[in-house]
C-alpha cells in the first residue's frame, strides 16, 4: 500500500512560483515512478510531468521550460517546482505513483489546488 500526501500549492499571481512536494510512505521508492497531474475544472485529468529513478523526465508540452520535477530517493519525496505561473495553470494537482513491476498499478495523493491570479 503506498501513501502520498501532496502540499504547498495556494493561490498566487500571474509570473509566480510555487513548489509542491509528494511525501510517499509504505513503499519501496525505487519501485514507482513518480509524477504529477493535474485537472482543471470541466477538463480530464493530464499528465504535468514524470520521473524515473534514474532521473529521466518528461513534461507536457504546455509546462516545459517552467516547471521542473525532481525527485529524493532517501526521503521518499518528488518535487514539482513551477515558475512563470499562467492563469492556464490553475488546477487541482495530483501527486502519482506508477507501479514499475507486476502487477501494474497507479496511486494518488488527495491533491492540491493551485490557483493563478492575473
Known amino acids: 500500500q503506498v501513501q502520498l500526501v501532496e502540499s504547498g500549492g495556494g493561490l498566487v499571481q500571474d509570473g509566480g512560483s510555487l513548489r509542491l512536494s509528494c511525501a510517499a510512505s509504505g513503499t519501496i521508492f525505487r519501485l514507482y515512478r513518480p509524477g504529477w497531474y493535474r485537472q482543471a475544472p470541466g477538463k480530464q485529468r493530464e499528465l504535468v510531468a514524470t520521473?524515473?529513478?534514474?532521473?529521466?523526465?518528461t513534461y507536457a508540452d504546455s509546462v516545459k521550460g517552467r516547471f521542473a520535477i525532481s525527485r529524493d530517493n532517501v526521503t521518499n519525496t518528488v518535487y514539482l517546482q513551477m515558475n512563470s505561473l499562467k492563469s492556464e495553470d490553475t488546477a487541482v494537482y495530483y501527486c502519482?505513483?506508477?507501479?514499475?513491476?507486476?502487477?501494474?498499478?497507479?496511486?494518488w495523493g488527495q491533491g492540491t489546488q493551485v490557483t493563478v491570479s492575473s
Open positions: 502519482n505513483a506508477h507501479q514499475i513491476i507486476l502487477p501494474y498499478r497507479d496511486y
Open positions: 520521473i524515473t529513478k534514474a532521473g529521466d523526465t
